[in-house]
């Protein structure tokens, strides 16, 4: 069955460090890949999304993604962490011909002073 | 431009009830997606129309049923509700310039099922 794997249910990093969130998927056929963010008391935002061409994503915020065929991966990547990027962020996947979208569990990211 | 904007905000039901939850989505857009989003669940994703036409489907149980009209508003509907149906439920909407997508969420509809 098609699922959605997110490293880590909570990330923790200094502020204008790099932030990683990490997301594994599984499909034996090439997927639509998405990241959420939703941030405290407020409504969820697409950040990013890749359907096909260019394996690395620009999204808002200053986020990008990377599609690792290979390594059945879209992590999440900013280089400089801003305390307005705690938040919690979830990956997503389209998989099938009935384009069910899945969700993973969802990271928490806490960004430290 | 207004935002998505979701009715009611907040809804007790109790079991065995119905319920209709509205969207309208931002003007323009022409697709309308549901979520539903609870502690142990997670977020889910429920259905997509486009231009009144299901498009993408989630896997949840026939008594989930959406439509849209002509206005790309959307309901979605509950029937024979179960405690387990309590959730948030969020409707977004999309539009494309060529192939970026922009999404817009609502406030979403809180829904308790005593």
């Known amino acids: 069955a098609q699922s959605v794997t997110q490293l880590g249910s909570h990330v923790s990093v200094s502020e204008g460090a790099l932030v990683l969130l990490r997301c594994n998927y599984s499909?034996?056929?090439?997927?639509?890949l998405f990241w959420y963010v939703q941030y405290p008391n407020q409504g969820l935002q697409l950040l990013l999304k890749?359907?096909?061409?260019?394996?690395l994503v620009k999204g808002i915020n200053g986020f990008e993604a990377e599609f690792k065929k290979s390594e059945t991966s879209f992590h999440l990547t900013k280089p400089s962490a801003h305390m307005s990027d705690a938040a919690e962020y979830f990956c997503a996947v389209i998989i099938g011909s009935q384009g069910n979208l899945i969700f993973g569990k969802g990271t928490k990211l806490s960004v430290k002073p | 431009k207004a935002g998505v904007t979701q009715t009611p905000r907040y809804l007790i039901k109790t079991r065995g009830q119905q319920v209709t939850l509205s969207c309208s989505p931002i003007s323009g857009h022409r697709s309308v997606s549901w979520y539903q989003q609870t502690p142990g669940q997670g977020l889910q994703f429920l259905f997509e129309?486009?231009?009144?036409?299901?498009?993408n489907k989630g896997n949840f149980p026939g008594r989930f049923s959406g439509r849209q009209f002509s206005n790309s508003r959307s309901e979605m509907n509950v029937s024979t509700l179960e405690l387990g149906d309590s959730a948030l439920y969020l409707c977004?909407?999309?539009?494309?310039?060529?192939?970026?997508?922009?999404?817009?969420f609502g406030p979403g509809t809180r829904l308790l099922v005593l």
């Open positions: 129309y486009f231009s009144e036409t299901q498009r």
């Open positions: 499909s034996s056929v090439p997927p639509y």
């Open positions: 977004a909407s999309s539009s494309w310039t060529g192939r970026q997508e922009t999404q817009y």
């Open positions: 890749y359907t096909t061409g260019a394996t």
